[in-house]
């Protein structure tokens, strides 16, 4: 299958920092990305998804102020958590859509945000 | 009501143990499903898809009642390395194919 990498793949930091994650799909084009929220013991949530080239698509109740989304290429996405708070700490997880049809995703291996 | 319900368990069964794990989900116009396989702190990986005829790979089964509006995974000869969190997902064109995941049931294998 296809291998999407994400960085860091763990952070800790200060409250009221910004945090960078990115993510990369390593061997295919992915046009759309998807960026996903896992607290622990609960299922992963979908927070946005992001397409290559224009604004995301955030679900209802995620701001978009907060978690800044850029999709600058067809093989990074990034989300930055900005003026992270404790609350904003969980499991966040991207996957990339594949060449072999809309209901393919492969996920990257997580980053976990810890917010001091 | 959520899109995707499942027994969130703790399943805990003997190596050898035969084990099944259903899920229902509310949208009836879903279209594709699939069971995914996390372990604790990692990414979910797909475990396998859901067809409507149902379908087998090795120890496992898959199967789907569309008109129940649920799906099933069946574990046989259960190996210790099959302990983790399963996960069903359910995708529609009517929602814009996103994945909606169940919270998953957590399975632990016994030696």
């Known amino acids: 299958g296809a291998v999407v990498s994400q960085h860091p793949s763990r952070v800790i930091c200060k409250s009221g920092t910004s945090v960078k994650i990115e993510c990369r799909s390593l061997d295919f084009q992915a046009t759309t990305m998807f960026w996903y929220r896992q607290f622990p013991k609960k299922s992963l949530m979908l927070m946005a998804t992001s397409n290559e080239g224009s604004k995301a698509t955030y679900e209802q109740g995620v701001e978009k102020d907060k978690f800044l989304i850029n999709h600058a290429s067809l093989t990074l996405s990034t989300l930055t958590v900005t003026s992270a708070h404790p609350e904003d700490s969980s499991f966040y997880i991207c996957?990339?859509?594949?060449?072999?049809?809309?209901?393919?995703?492969?996920f990257g291996p997580g980053t976990r945000l810890t917010v001091l | 009501r959520k899109e995707v319900e499942q027994d969130p368990g703790p399943f805990n069964v003997p190596e050898g143990a035969t084990v099944a794990f259903n899920c229902t989900y509310s949208?009836?116009?879903?279209?594709?499903f699939f069971w995914y396989r996390q372990d604790c702190r990692k990414e979910p990986k797909l475990l396998m898809s859901?067809?409507?005829s149902g379908n087998e790979d090795g120890r496992f089964t898959a199967q789907l009642n569309r008109a129940s509006q649920y799906i099933s995974l069946l574990i046989r000869d259960s190996k210790l390395s099959d302990s983790a969190t399963y996960l069903c997902v359910v995708t529609s064109t009517n929602t814009g194919n996103q994945f909606y995941f169940g919270t998953g049931t957590s399975l632990t294998v016994i030696p």
């Open positions: 996957s990339a859509r594949g060449t072999g049809g809309i209901n393919e995703q492969f």
């Open positions: 949208n009836s116009a879903s279209q594709s």
């Open positions: 859901v067809y409507s």
